[in-house]
Every structure is written in structure tokens, then in C-alpha cells.
């Protein structure tokens, strides 16, 4: 017996890839992919902290531990004060009602067991104290100044005699805390707090108390510079198990590395490292040369010498972004493109390039202190990682924790099909201006199926990850597009392969053609005729083919025969309305399908 499918789907059909907007504001401005690990859980879980102390930071081992045995959900910075190149040190404990932590300047890097709660750490000076942090029962009130320089979103913030002792330096610090309150965690609206600020110079501390729940305080003490503690202050976030909260994380994770001109070693804070330089860095003719080698090596990228062409080949991780340098001419290609000739030097047979090439070609922004001959590299790229992803239905819903401008869709549909998403807040601690918590949903098909996610902006596949599914033809629906003139239509829908087959829903299999046959009521109109395109599914470079048009029949019945011609593959097939009978709108599409030639 014929089956016929009559019943519409609950989701939207669009006919092209979603873009899906996570956050406005401040991106990286290099975007890179990475591989991401797992922190290790109990009895098996699969634990993913924030990637700003979970991947191998500094604050790995402290953070895991706070995981597994703070009696309170720990908050940690995510970026660091400056330590004038000098190593961090960590000394923690573990209170009855939650932590305390200090960093440190350090003469020498400790070992990652000096960072846990209890351990042995060496002796220190008051002056070599960055910060303090710590968590415990909140207090009815906290000691603060008596200036009252600003009170916002729930904040208050307070300078002592010294520190406001001038109008340009209150002037200073209301314009500072102004742009805090509006963008910084956890000065988002779900915490309330206290900021004060004491003494002057070289002897200011900045002091930050807040609360989310009226139950937990939280503590934040920095020792050096207004603009550093604006900066460690934005960046705290809650020690949490993120796969609890999505089952994809996709964040940004950035990295910086400390030079000097005329040296040849480079400091890297989030690391607590050293690293030697094959050549040191120098500033000629008012410009910054790096060697390239250490710059491709900082950024995990690839790099390769052809003297028979007198070329250096280097790109991004992935071999993306590949560029050819021609070490006698200076000239510099992307493809067969030049994209800019530079004077490159040479240091004991070290290649030096500038460092403006190395950003505005591989993104990879700097700053440099002439006066103190010092200068930075910055290099940002994407965090993932996620639960394993099961399916029982055509449809994948997934969760997506994120930051950025990316792209969902399906390995077997591309960027044809059924997409869909809906915005929820992030975890708290997650300022919802910056992270948003999204569900997205692709469309699958039987057999194997990745969810897939990209950068927009490039275009660049970022990670795919497998479906578990075992679906059926049975399981795969006619995709109507849910248009609203086709409210009162009426379709039903069969196909036929060329063997003989019918296939029960929206899914058909063929060595040559598929015959789609069915019956259409239009409401108080009658469709005298039905067009038709398909294209393959798998590629979002594919082509669709020409829109071809048949007959309706006055009772409503009609039949089409689909044979693809560009070979064996999936195609999304599209029916569409005949033309006039949508107001504005040439053609709209009413439902797709899949047929598959083998």
C-alpha cells in the first residue's frame, strides 16, 4: 500500500546557510581554530572549564582542584595583571566557607603542585603581592571609603580621601567604572557589589566585594594599576563544569608573548614560560622585525623553506591562510595574488620579517614601548569542545555556549535545509552582553551526519563533530516552509524510484530517477501548474539547477519525473508556487525533499 505524507513540520525552511549572530561587540580580530581538552572529572564526567584557566593556563591546576573541593562555586580571572617579566606565583587555601588565593611576582616559575590549596609556597615580599581573591560568607556591609564617586546597576563605588584628592583623578576613575559597570562580569545586573578605591601612586589599591545570591561574597584585591584591575575585574568567571550548561562551548581563547629588542627570549603570561628566540627582535628605519620562524611557531602554524625558489611558505594551524614570501625580492603572495613586498632581513641566517606584515596578513596584532624597548604579540583562536551528540529524529537540537559571528548546518544538507535557533542567557557570570547561550537545530539524514560549525566571516569550518543516529527513510519528513500564504494548502506527497520503490516519507533512494506524484488544494485558489529545482546538498559552492515547470491537473493531481544530472550524490529538491500567485514575491518555496542517486 501507498503511503502519503499529510502532515506539516513544526520547522522553518530557509534557502540559505544561517548565520547566527552570538554577540555584538568586541571579536578577536584574528580567529583561529583549536583543538580543545578535556579537564579530568570523576567517575568518568566530562568536565570542560572556561578555557581562560582550564587550557593549559597557569591557573589549570588551582582551577580543577577549586572544581572538585570548594565548598562555594569559584570565580576566576581569565587574564592577568602585568608582572614586569617577571614569573607568577599562586599560593591558595581552602576556607570553611570557601577560598583565598594570592598571586604573585616570582622569581623563578614553581611547579604546578605550589598552586594547590595547602602547598608549601616560598617566601614573598608585600610589594611583590598582584592580587588576592578570595570567597566566603557574605557580609551585610564592607569597609569602604567615604567618597561616594558613582552608584549603578545595583554598584556603588567609593574612593578614601587620598585617592580622590584631586578632581581629574575622580573624574578618572567615575569615567573608568562608568564603562565597567556597562560591559564588565561581574558587574553584569545579576551581581551586586561594592568598589573602593584607597591611596595614590604607586600605593593605590583597588578593591572589588560582590555577590550574586546574598549568601556567597566575593573578593577581589589588585596591587597594581587602575587599568589592570578594570582589566583582571572584567575577566572573572565561574569555576563550572561548562558541558552542564551546552553541549557545544565554542570560546575565544587568547594569548599573548612578552619581547624585547636585542634579546632572545620572550616571556608567555598565561603559560608562566620562557621561550628562547631563534634571533633577536630589532627595531631599523623605524620599523619592528620579528623572526618569522618564532612568530609561525607562537601561533602553531606551519612553515616551510624551498631554496630552489628562493621562498619561505607560512600559514595559520591547518595550513589556512597560506603565504609564499620571496626572501630575495621581498615580495610576498597569497595565491598568485601579491598582497605586499617587504624588506626582509636577515640575522645569522634568521629570517626577520615586519611585524605590520605578520598583521595585517595573519591578524596577529602588537604593541611596542620605545622607552622601555618592549613590545607584545597577541594571537587569538577559538576554544571548542562538546558533549557527544545523539539524534532519534531528523531533526539535531543542540545547545551552543558562545561568543562570535559563526555559521550551523548539517555535513549531509550543507546549507540547504531546515536551520533554526533560539537565544537563552549564559551561565551566570557570563555577562549576557558579551556570551549568549543559543539552540540550534540542522536537519539530518540516514546514515552518517556531522554537526558542523564555522567562522562567517571567513567562511572557515572551525570543528565538526558526529552525530550518533540511526535513522531510517521512514524518518526523514517533506520540509514545508511554513510561508504564510500557504496557510490553507493542502499537499500530499509520494515518491517513486526508478526500481519500483515507494518510499514512505520525505526521503528517496534511486540508481537513475525519482518520480514525485501527489494531489494539491490551494484554498480558494487552484495552482494550474507547480515549478521545481534541486541541487546537491552537500556543497555550499553547488549549483542549482534550472527552474523547470509542470502541469496541475484541475483535480489537483500532478507528477513529475527527477533525474539530477550532476551525478551520484544528494539533492535537495525544492518545490516552489507557480508564478503570480504569491503577492511580491516571484516564487516561495512550499516544501523540499531528498533524493539520493547511487
Known amino acids: 500500500m501507498d503511503s502519503v505524507h499529510r502532515s506539516k513540520s513544526g520547522f522553518k525552511w530557509t534557502a540559505a546557510f544561517l548565520l547566527v549572530i552570538l554577540v555584538s561587540g568586541l571579536i578577536?580580530?584574528?580567529?583561529?581554530?583549536?583543538?580543545?581538552?578535556?579537564?579530568?572529572?570523576?567517575?568518568?564526567?566530562?568536565?570542560?572549564?572556561?578555557?581562560?584557566?582550564?587550557?593549559?593556563?597557569?591557573?589549570?591546576?588551582?582551577?580543577?582542584?577549586?572544581?572538585?573541593?570548594?565548598?562555594?562555586?569559584?570565580?576566576?580571572?581569565?587574564?592577568?595583571?602585568?608582572?614586569?617579566?617577571?614569573?607568577?606565583?599562586?599560593?591558595?587555601?581552602?576556607?570553611?566557607?570557601?577560598?583565598?588565593?594570592?598571586?604573585?611576582?616570582?622569581?623563578?616559575?614553581?611547579?604546578?603542585?605550589?598552586?594547590?590549596?595547602?602547598?608549601?609556597?616560598?617566601?614573598?615580599?608585600?610589594?611583590?603581592?598582584?592580587?588576592?581573591?578570595s570567597a566566603g560568607a557574605a557580609q551585610s556591609s564592607f569597609p569602604h571609603g567615604e567618597t561616594l564617586l558613582l552608584s549603578k546597576n545595583g554598584w556603588t563605588v567609593y574612593a578614601d580621601s587620598d585617592a580622590a584628592a584631586t578632581d581629574s583623578r575622580k573624574r578618572q576613575l567615575v569615567q573608568a567604572f562608568s564603562q565597567a559597570v556597562k560591559f564588565a562580569t561581574p558587574l553584569s545586573i545579576d551581581a551586586k557589589g561594592i568598589i573602593n578605591v584607597s591611596g595614590t601612586g604607586k600605593d593605590a589599591v583597588y578593591t572589588a566585594y560582590w555577590s550574586f545570591d546574598g549568601k556567597t561574597g566575593y573578593t577581589f584585591v589588585s596591587h597594581t594599576s587602575l587599568a589592570d584591575f578594570n582589566s583582571v575585574l572584567y575577566s572573572f568567571r565561574p569555576v563550572i563544569n561548562l558541558l552542564n550548561r551546552a553541549d557545544v562551548v565554542l570560546l575565544p581563547l587568547s594569548v599573548e608573548m612578552n619581547w624585547q629588542t636585542g634579546r632572545t627570549s620572550a616571556f608567555v603570561p598565561r603559560e608562566n614560560k620562557r621561550i628562547a628566540l631563534s634571533s633577536a627582535p630589532i627595531l631599523a628605519n623605524g620599523n619592528l622585525y620579528f623572526p618569522l620562524k618564532d612568530a609561525i611557531a607562537f601561533i602553531q602554524g606551519h612553515m616551510q623553506t624551498v631554496p630552489s625558489e628562493n621562498a619561505v611558505y607560512f600559514s595559520e594551524n591547518g595550513y589556512y591562510n597560506q603565504l609564499k614570501l620571496n626572501v630575495k625580492t621581498g615580495q610576498v603572495?597569497?595565491?598568485?595574488?601579491?598582497?605586499?613586498?617587504?624588506?626582509?632581513?636577515?640575522?645569522?641566517?634568521?629570517?626577520?620579517?615586519?611585524?605590520?606584515?605578520?598583521?595585517?596578513?595573519?591578524?596577529?596584532?602588537?604593541?611596542?614601548?620605545?622607552?622601555?624597548?618592549?613590545?607584545?604579540?597577541?594571537?587569538?583562536?577559538?576554544?571548542?569542545?562538546?558533549?557527544?551528540?545523539?539524534?532519534?529524529?531528523?531533526?539535531?537540537?543542540?545547545?551552543?555556549?558562545?561568543?562570535?559571528?559563526?555559521?550551523?548546518?548539517?555535513?549531509?544538507?550543507?546549507?540547504?535545509?531546515?536551520?533554526?535557533?533560539?537565544?537563552?542567557?549564559?551561565?551566570?557570570?557570563?555577562?549576557?552582553?558579551?556570551?549568549?547561550?543559543?539552540?540550534?537545530?540542522?536537519?539530518?539524514?540516514?546514515?552518517?551526519?556531522?554537526?558542523?560549525?564555522?567562522?562567517?566571516?571567513?567562511?572557515?569550518?572551525?570543528?565538526?563533530?558526529?552525530?550518533?543516529?540511526?535513522?531510517?527513510?521512514?524518518?526523514?519528513?517533506?520540509?514545508?516552509?511554513?510561508?504564510?500564504?500557504?496557510?490553507?494548502?493542502?499537499?500530499?506527497?509520494?515518491?517513486?524510484?526508478?526500481?519500483?520503490?515507494?518510499?514512505?516519507?520525505?526521503?528517496?533512494?534511486?540508481?537513475?530517477?525519482?518520480?514525485?506524484?501527489?494531489?494539491?488544494?490551494?484554498?480558494?485558489?487552484?495552482?494550474?501548474?507547480?515549478?521545481?529545482?534541486?541541487?546537491?546538498?552537500?556543497?555550499?559552492?553547488?549549483?542549482?539547477?534550472?527552474?523547470?515547470?509542470?502541469?496541475?491537473?484541475?483535480?489537483?493531481?500532478?507528477?513529475?519525473?527527477?533525474?539530477?544530472?550532476?551525478?551520484?550524490?544528494?539533492?535537495?529538491?525544492?518545490?516552489?508556487?507557480?508564478?503570480?500567485t504569491i503577492p511580491k514575491a516571484d516564487r516561495a518555496a512550499i516544501v523540499t525533499f531528498i533524493v539520493v542517486v547511487k
Open 333 to 580: 603572495y597569497k595565491g598568485r595574488q601579491k598582497v605586499a613586498t617587504i624588506k626582509v632581513r636577515r640575522q645569522n641566517g634568521v629570517i626577520l620579517v615586519p611585524l605590520r606584515l605578520l598583521q595585517e596578513q595573519l591578524g596577529l596584532p602588537f604593541s611596542y614601548d620605545s622607552s622601555a624597548k618592549t613590545g607584545t604579540i597577541g594571537y587569538s583562536t577559538w576554544f571548542t569542545n562538546n558533549r557527544p551528540l545523539k539524534a532519534s529524529s531528523a531533526n539535531l537540537s543542540v545547545s551552543v555556549l558562545g561568543i562570535g559571528t559563526f555559521y550551523y548546518e548539517s555535513s549531509r544538507i550543507s546549507s540547504f535545509g531546515t536551520f533554526s535557533y533560539q537565544q537563552s542567557n549564559p551561565p551566570q557570570g557570563y555577562n549576557g552582553r558579551k556570551y549568549n547561550l543559543y539552540q540550534a537545530s540542522i536537519p539530518l539524514l540516514p546514515g552518517e551526519n556531522q554537526f558542523i560549525y564555522g567562522d562567517s566571516r571567513n567562511g572557515r569550518i572551525i570543528n565538526s563533530i558526529p552525530v550518533d543516529s540511526k535513522l531510517t527513510a521512514a524518518d526523514i519528513p517533506f520540509r514545508y516552509s511554513g510561508y504564510p500564504s500557504y496557510d490553507s494548502l493542502s499537499l500530499d506527497l509520494k515518491l517513486s524510484s526508478s526500481d519500483g520503490a515507494d518510499w514512505p516519507a520525505g526521503y528517496a533512494e534511486t540508481s537513475s530517477y525519482v518520480d514525485l506524484s501527489g494531489a494539491i488544494q490551494a484554498g480558494g485558489d487552484r495552482f494550474s501548474s507547480l515549478r521545481l529545482t534541486y541541487r546537491p546538498s552537500n556543497s555550499r559552492e553547488s549549483r542549482e539547477s534550472k527552474i523547470v515547470s509542470f502541469p496541475v491537473a484541475k483535480d489537483g493531481r500532478f507528477s513529475y519525473r527527477i533525474k539530477p544530472d550532476q551525478g551520484k550524490g544528494s539533492y535537495v529538491v525544492t518545490l516552489y508556487n507557480p508564478p503570480g
Open 28 to 133: 578577536p580580530s584574528a580567529l583561529r581554530t583549536a583543538a580543545a581538552e578535556d579537564t579530568p572529572g570523576s567517575a568518568g564526567e566530562q568536565i570542560v572549564l572556561d578555557p581562560g584557566f582550564g587550557y593549559r593556563s597557569i591557573w589549570a591546576p588551582l582551577a580543577n582542584e577549586l572544581f572538585k573541593s570548594s565548598p562555594v562555586t569559584a570565580y576566576l580571572p581569565t587574564r592577568l595583571p602585568d608582572s614586569g617579566k617577571q614569573y607568577y606565583g599562586i599560593s591558595s587555601r581552602l576556607t570553611e566557607e570557601g577560598y583565598a588565593i594570592q598571586l604573585y611576582r616570582a622569581d623563578k616559575a614553581p611547579d604546578a603542585a605550589s598552586t594547590l590549596p595547602g602547598a608549601n609556597s616560598p617566601a614573598r615580599k608585600p610589594g611583590d603581592v598582584l592580587l588576592e581573591a
